[in-house]
């Protein structure tokens, strides 16, 4: 079965620091790859979408990048954090080739910029 | 890009009581409508989905309507329970996944 892991739980990072998300994927190959980010009380807002390796398509321009080194792994970064960024943020993953099915979720980064 | 509007934002129930959320999109190449579920501090929770060739769709006390010609989707929970107070979204998929802003369900005891 699948399975997607998601670190760290909880992060508190000073503003102006860089960041650093990690979510790997098991038990698919060549997953389609989302990040979202969900502020306090509110909706899920998609960042990123990868479709393969090296293929990363942004929804939202902001100080966000995300990578795709190797298939299964999915990286949030920043350079410089502001406050801004604090919120919940999901990865999710999807069967790939296929629009209408479902994301299942990992189990999400609390992000605190202070 | 895809546009997903949800209401009400907040809905407060008596436990027995029927709940429905409404969902409108703005792409009608849009084919897939997932349902989740997000308790406090979780990860949401894929609850139900229908296609866009499918115009009802019910699983036990739940269930979920699709009308593709005014582009909007309901969720409808029927004999609700205090478990089944948490964050509903709705979304709409074509190439991506976008979600409606989200609807809290209280269910009172």
């Known amino acids: 079965s699948q399975t997607i892991h998601q670190w760290p739980a909880t992060l508190v990072q000073p503003v102006g620091s860089p960041l650093s998300l990690e979510c790997t994927v098991e038990?698919?190959?060549?997953?389609?790859l989302y990040w979202y980010r969900q502020a306090a009380g509110r909706g899920l807002q998609l960042l990123f979408y990868s479709v393969g390796i090296g293929q990363i398509s942004s929804e939202v321009p902001q100080n966000l990048s995300a990578s795709r080194p190797q298939d299964r792994q999915f990286i949030l970064s920043s350079k410089k954090l502001l406050l801004s960024d604090s919120g919940f943020y999901l990865c999710a993953w999807s069967v790939p080739g296929q629009t209408n099915s479902p994301l299942h979720f990992g189990n999400g980064t609390r992000l605190t910029v202070t | 890009g895809e546009n997903v509007e949800q209401h009400p934002s907040t809905l407060s129930v008596q436990e027995g009581d029927s709940a429905v959320i409404k969902c409108t999109y703005s792409?009608?190449?849009?084919?897939?409508f997932p349902w989740y579920k997000q308790e406090l501090g979780k990860r949401p929770q894929l609850i139900i989905d229908?296609?866009?060739?499918?115009g009802e769709k019910k699983d036990q006390r739940i269930a979920v309507t699709l009308n593709k010609t005014a582009k909007h989707f309901s969720l409808h929970i029927t004999e609700t329970q205090p478990e089944d107070s948490a964050v509903y979204f709705c979304a709409a998929s074509k190439n991506d996944m976008r979600f409606g802003a989200g609807t809290r369900l209280t269910v009172k005891p």
């Open positions: 792409d009608s190449a849009s084919n897939y």
């Open positions: 038990g698919t190959s060549n997953p389609n």
């Open positions: 229908i296609r866009s060739n499918v």
